[in-house]
């Protein structure tokens, strides 16, 4: 079965988490952090990262998962979705070109 591509959209509690996170904040997101890296290992998780805009920060990815199901599924189990600290968007996308693909 051929995978699918989804565009992530990670979104904070507020525009300027990226730069004023509390402690606690910090702890969850590294959680993250290494809850997408292994997906990435994995294949799942092609690209990820904080895009940093002047008025609005929020984090992306692109995934590559056999529908929306498991996009969302991947996702409902992001340590900062189940602690309530982040909220996420995806859309499905068709990539053009990729490196290695």
Known sequence: MEKQHFFLRLIPPR???A???SESERAVMLQHVSYMQQHFAHGRVLIYGPVLGKADSFG???LEV???AEARQLMDADPT???GLNRY???PMRVGAARGV
């Open 66 to 68: 056999a529908d929306e």
């Open 81 to 83: 979705v189940l602690a």
């Open 15 to 17: 525009p300027t988490f």
């Open 19 to 21: 730069y004023d996170m």
């Open 60 to 62: 992306m990815g692109v």
């Open 89 to 91: 968007e995806i859309s």
